[in-house]
Structures are given as C-alpha cells and as structure tokens.
C-alpha cells in the first residue's frame, strides 16, 4: 500500500489552493449570477404594467415568483457546490463532462495567455474521481502553458481509457523562469491523488488510478 508523507499532502494541498485561486472568478461569477438575475426578477414584480388587466397581472407575478424562486435555488446550489473544491467528498465524474467543466473554467486563462487547447472530441468513456481529476487536469494545463510559443496549442488527448496524453508542439521548451505551476508540483499532486506522472520531451502523460472505471453503459 502506497504511503503518502505529510510534507507530500502539504504540497498537493498548496499546489490545488493556487489552481483554485486561478479559477476562483469564474466560480464566483457561477455563484453569484442566479443572484443577479433574481434581483432583477424581484424588481419587475415590484412594477406591474399599466393597463394589465387582472388575470393577465396574476399570470405574470406567477411566472417572475417561479423564475424567482428558481433562480434562488440556482444560486444556493452553485454556493454549495463550492465545497466539493475544498473537500474531497468522494465524488465521480464522466471524463466527458469533466473535461468541458474544466474548458469553461480555463477560458479566461486560456485567452490571456494567448495560448490554446485542443480538447478532445470525444474521451474515453471513464468515470473519475472528480476532486483529483480536476485539479490535476488544469494543473497541468497551466504548468504547461508557459511552455508553448505565443498562439501555440496543448493538444490534450483522452483516447486512452487509463492515461491521459498531453502534447506539446516541437517548438515549445522549458521556460527560463519558473512559472506558477512546476513540474514538481504536477509530480506531487499526482502521487498524493494515486496518479503517476510520465515526462517526455513533448508529450507528458498522466497515468489514472488503477480503481478508474468505465462509465455505465
């Protein structure tokens, strides 16, 4: 049985706090957009319309109350999905919906970097565990970046049904100074998460856990 030190938790716990800091606007901006939009749901039921006669006025506070009420309970499920980013709660996830989850939240990221993904069409049909997953994808992802030339894409592929295969192109190198994200850093998370991490010139692979399954047919 594989033994985890301490010191190697410590660091798999920092290098997931700097992807969540990354990440952070655009899960702040999930939570509180349903908000938003309730706000002004709950201003348009304050002015009724003129000449509305009563059945129709019925009608329309009925509708505003139900898109309302739901836009609230939007808003309460994105804040307390924010906790699966902080706790481990044991969660799975289809790598297809894994991996558009994680293209969303690296938009930004992405396209100030002027740099790009090719996100695989069509993945392997496995389920993961989503916690680890995660950060470990857009870990890599962001450690990776720096090393590609300006408007240069990562190709990630998600074919293999036990690893996934990231590939740098031919003119892409280590940076000169060190980024946010190390390769030591993408070593560690992985082995604290069961995860191993395999390094070639252009193309590093991400070995999955051997309990992965495959998703229910």
Known sequence: MLTISPHSVLVAQGVRFKVLAQIFPVLRHEAI?????ATVAAAMLRQAPENADA???????QRLAGELQ???EDSVAEIRG???????????????AL?????????????WSKRGVRWPETPAPV????????????????CL?????EGAELELDAADPVAWHFRLPPAAQAPAAAGLFTPADIEALASEAGWRLERQ???WSLRLPAATGREPA
């Open 33 to 37: 957009s349903p908000l938003s939009n």
């Open 55 to 61: 059945e129709a006025l019925r009608q329309r506070t």
């Open 70 to 72: 739901q836009m609230l």
């Open 82 to 96: 924010l906790d699966q980013w902080l706790d481990d709660n044991g969660a799975t996830q289809p790598a297809a």
């Open 99 to 111: 991996l558009r989850e994680c293209r969303k939240l690296l938009f930004s990221q992405l396209m």
């Open 127 to 142: 389920e993961l565990p989503a916690f680890d997953a995660r950060y470990l994808l857009m870990a890599c992802v962001l």
């Open 145 to 149: 970046l720096p090393w590609l030339p």
């Open 201 to 203: 010139a252009h193309c």
